[in-house]
């Protein structure tokens, strides 16, 4: 292997930077040459290529986004659409390629390594850290500590005024930016997609907080792929009990920002990891982190299994609200 690429595909996230930094750094430990994909597979149709040097990613670990910017392709989908894509890769002489996104980034890759035989290695670069196959995705953290700090403030809001607030978060699918930041936020109450609770179960719960003496509470709700969902759930709740609430939603703000230290260790981890991953002949694999190691989970399995929430911990919310 001589030359490598590096692209960034789907949302962005928090860490994408300190990622694509650590890789360009460590193909050149390693002599390759590392050129960067802008736009991902749109770009990469278009031979929107850009040489990498050590240069090119100083001062860059600190910063939101992607330098290399993402998209999503509707075109990348259809076979004309990966052809035009491989063409370009065999045009430059590109023999390995890094993928920094989600599940949708890993399927488009695992379908052009298929039909070029070029080596692709995904990193999980997504705030959802809806991803089997590493404890937390880049991005995760930065997005999880943006939220708390939200709730933070609106706690004081909350309580100065007596209040019920509903924050809504991001997750897609899932309930992990809500569960951490409903924990590390003491939310009284969380609204998430793996633990349904229907309108009526939440008014009963929130009537206790307030019989018990509450006389303010913030509920936390994943956004479940239905952005906006908490207005009629904050509806349902001043009808059936009569509670006044106010709706915040947190939308794209936990998308950027400087990531957390968190992310950046993550981040330079498995850029560097990623390298490391076309090296040994691990085309075909996400690299990942389980229990502080190093783990390479078979492309495939990053959309066909699910990553779960730890076990106990929306049990731990209930016991410590209220
Ligand atoms: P995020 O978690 O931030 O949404 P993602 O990688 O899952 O990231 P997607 O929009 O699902 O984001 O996928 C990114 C791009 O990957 C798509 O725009 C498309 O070009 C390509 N892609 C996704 N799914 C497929 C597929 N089944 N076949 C071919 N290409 C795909």
């Known amino acids: 292997m001589k030359k490598i690429a590096i692209l960034t595909s789907g949302g962005d996230a928090p860490g994408m930077n300190a990622c694509i930094r650590a890789a360009v750094r460590a193909a050149l430990a390693h002599d390759l040459d590392i050129v960067g994909i802008r736009w991902g ?9 850009v040489p990498l040097d050590r240069r090119s ?8 986004g992607t330098i290399l910017g993402t998209a999503r392709s509707e075109e990348f989908r259809t076979e004309s659409g990966r052809m ?18 989600g599940d949708g980034t ?25 991803c089997y196959g590493t404890d937390y995705t880049i991005g995760f953290d930065t997005a999880v500590n943006t939220a708390v700090e939200a709730i933070d403030r609106i706690r004081d809001t909350a309580t100065a005024h007596d209040r019920l607030f509903f924050v ?20 009284e109450e969380l609204l998430i997609p ?7 179960q939440l008014c009963k719960r929130l009537a206790e907080y307030f019989k018990g003496g ?14 906006g969902v908490t207005f009629r759930i904050s509806r349902e709740v001043k009808e059936k009990a009569g509670f006044d609430s ?43 982190e389980i229990n502080r190691e190093i783990a390479y989970t078979p492309l495939k399995d990053t959309w066909e299994k699910q990553n779960s929430l730890h076990p106990g911990l929306t049990d731990l919310l209930h016991i410590l609200s209220g």
């Open 41 to 49: 597979y749109a770009g990469l149709m278009n031979g929107d290529i």
């Open 57 to 64: 990613v100083t001062n860059i670990i600190h910063h939101g």
């Open 84 to 101: 035009k894509a491989i063409n370009v890769l065999q045009q430059k002489s590109i023999d390995g390629l890094i993928l920094i996104g």
């Open 106 to 130: 890993f399927r488009g890759g695992t379908l052009l390594s298929q039909e070029s035989g070029i080596s692709v290695v995904g990193v999980p670069g997504t705030i959802d850290n809806d």
């Open 168 to 187: 809504e978060v991001m997750g897609r699918h899932t309930g992990f930016i809500a569960l951490e930041s409903g924990i590390a936020g003491g939310a």
């Open 194 to 200: 793996e633990v349904p609770m229907d309108s009526d």
């Open 214 to 227: 509450k006389k303010s509470a913030i509920v936390v709700v994943s956004e479940a792929e239905h952005p």
């Open 246 to 288: 106010k709706v915040c939603i947190l939308g794209h703000i936990q998308r950027g920002g400087a990531p957390s230290a968190r992310d950046r260790v993550l981040a330079s981890r498995l850029g560097a990891a990623a390298v490391k991953a076309l090296l040994d002949n691990r085309g075909g694999y996400m690299v990942g």
